[in-house]
């Protein structure tokens, strides 16, 4: 295993909005993961009232859940988490490696949104990242995921117009699978307002719904349900999983 600094250091570096946390907060503003989060909980596990959130990021959800959860939130980036701690105070934010963490704390919910999940390759390092979950976890608690249950195959390049600080942005999108490794490669030209370019490559394992389930199931977590938020199960290529701590 790489160490943490080496590990956010690469991340940061092949990641336009992690070397930007402004520009991350901006580009992630209309993200939904807390509502989808709150609406879980409340549906399984109504009682909770602490959370963890790993592969937190500036915050942005953290601020959101901890209206109503006692929260601490875990990334690998330090420039991320220094700009929560300026940008939400009020926050407890942490550097840490989902791999290895241990707060010393059990809680009623243990979340893992934006992908973070997918940012681990390693067959043995996404188990010791489950164990990280079930070391975090009270007995009944409830485990949130974010992640891709399937691949984007499309080869042909998309292009989208993205809010920045700075004005809109046309940002191009080309997407490169392999099967073998599991990884999803998404490649990024960004044309800002100013005439400035910049590209980024972003490689995410792809988890099967039911190797997913596998992992979970290692340290003692069932899987309850995995749905897309689209309102018609599970569709599409993303998926939020369910799954609460039985113990072992």
């Not at 509502?35 to 596990?45: A, D, F, P, S, V």
């Not at 390693?122 to 164990?131: A, G, H, K, L």
């Not at 018609?232 to 113990?247: D, H």
Request: some cysteine.
């Amino acid at each position: 295993m790489t160490s943490l600094n080496t590990e956010a250091e690469h991340v940061e570096a092949t990641n336009l909005l992690y070397r930007d946390p402004v520009l991350y907060d901006v580009v992630q503003s209309g993200s939904t993961s807390a509502g989808m989060c709150q609406n879980l909980i409340e549906l399984h596990r109504p009682d909770a009232r602490t959370l963890v959130d790993f592969g937190c990021g500036t915050g942005r959800d953290l601020e959101i859940l901890a209206k109503r959860f006692e929260c601490i939130g875990v990334d690998l980036q330090p420039g991320m988490v220094d700009h929560a701690h300026q940008a939400r105070p009020g926050l407890d934010i942490r550097t840490g490696d989902m791999r290895t963490a241990r707060l010393g704390k059990r809680m009623d919910v243990v979340t893992c949104m934006g992908n973070s999940l997918a940012y681990v390759h390693d067959n043995e390092e996404i188990s010791q990242v489950f164990t990280t979950f079930a070391a975090h976890a009270r007995p009944g608690a409830l485990l949130v995921l974010c992640s891709p249950v399937a691949p984007i195959t499309r080869t042909e390049p998309t292009t989208a117009t993205v809010d920045t600080p700075t004005g809109p942005a046309t940002v191009t999108i080309r997407h490169e699978w392999d099967l073998r490794t599991q990884i999803n490669t998404m490649h990024r030209h960004w044309a800002f307002p100013s005439g400035a370019e910049a590209r980024d490559e972003i490689r995410r394992r792809v988890l099967f719904p039911r190797e997913l389930e596998r992992y979970a199931e290692g340290p003692g977590f069932r899987v309850l349900d995995m749905l897309d938020g689209t309102g018609a199960g599970l569709t599409g290529p993303t998926a939020y999983t369910v799954a609460r701590y039985t113990g072992r």
